[in-house]
């Protein structure tokens, strides 16, 4: 076979090996949920402070390592909803989206005062990992031309979260500390394009946060996080990663406690 077949075999191969990617992906983020190995992963809808939840994705979830230090400097348990592999809306084949485990704190303990959450990475990671439908990657020479889609894409998130920061505040909850996205590395899945997309999506997570009725205050973890920080995978936070993410959030939540 000459090299320009092989090319040729390769680029039709790409499609499945993403499409494989994105299984491996949500395998290795909901799958400790299927098990249950992991008890830092499992839902806490009863705790010490049943009037603080935890909401989000896996960046909090797939090792709960986040809430296990804030719990400790609080010296209090607080309930735990973080999915992962949750999207922001939509995605229930994978995983809770965040507006649903919203949803399911409410119906358990209705008196909520306190939100620490997370959400959007996903409706913008996972399509990116299979075909990369909103061209959300860019290249190095790339710089400052992330397409018309993937910033479409980030403003529907954006409008998504302010709604459902709206409606915790209809709802009573005072306070909401939200946790924005870092840079991913080039891991597993090959994410080190994604600087583009993080660098428009999580100011516009913090515009989000910024504009809404209910008080909220937005941690940027982008200058905090770095490769080593990062697993294998290029996506989730070491135990490094969550003991600085955890004392980023620390000081914006202790007040508030």
């Known amino acids: 076979m000459n090299n320009r077949a092989l090319c040729k075999r390769e680029r039709r191969a790409n499609p499945l090996l993403r499409i494989m990617g994105v299984a491996l992906l949500t395998l290795a983020m909901t799958g400790c949920d299927a098990i249950g190995s992991l008890a830092s992963n499992s839902r806490v809808s009863d705790a010490d402070r049943n009037e603080v939840i935890t909401i989000g994705d896996s960046i909090f979830a797939l090792s709960g390592e ?14 735990r909803y973080t999915r992962s592999g949750a999207s922001m809306t939509g995605g229930e084949v994978i995983a809770e989206p965040v507006v649903d485990q919203y949803a399911r704190a409410r119906n358990d303990h209705s008196d909520i005062d306190i939100v620490v959450m997370d959400g959007g990475g996903n409706d913008i990671l996972i399509p990116a990992i299979a075909l990369d439908p909103y061209r959300c990657k860019t290249r190095w020479y790339q710089f400052g031309r992330l397409s018309s889609k993937c910033k479409d894409l980030i403003d529907d998130i954006y409008v998504e979260v302010v709604n459902l920061l709206n409606e915790m505040a209809a709802d009573g909850v005072e306070n909401v500390v939200y946790l924005g996205y870092y840079y991913t590395k080039n891991g597993l899945l090959r994410l080190e394009n994604m600087r583009e997309a993080i660098d428009y999506g999580t100011p516009r997570l913090g515009q989000a946060c910024e504009n809404a009725v209910v008080n909220c205050t937005f941690v940027d973890p982008r200058q905090t996080i770095v490769n080593s920080d990062i697993i294998f995978d290029g996506i989730h936070p070491s135990s490094s990663g969550s003991e600085k993410l955890a004392d980023l959030i620390w000081p914006r939540l202790q007040p508030l406690l």
Do not use: H, M, S, Y
Not at 66 to 75: H, K, R, V
């Open 66 to 79: 986040i809430q296990d230090n804030l719990e400790n400097e609080a010296g209090e348990t607080f309930r």
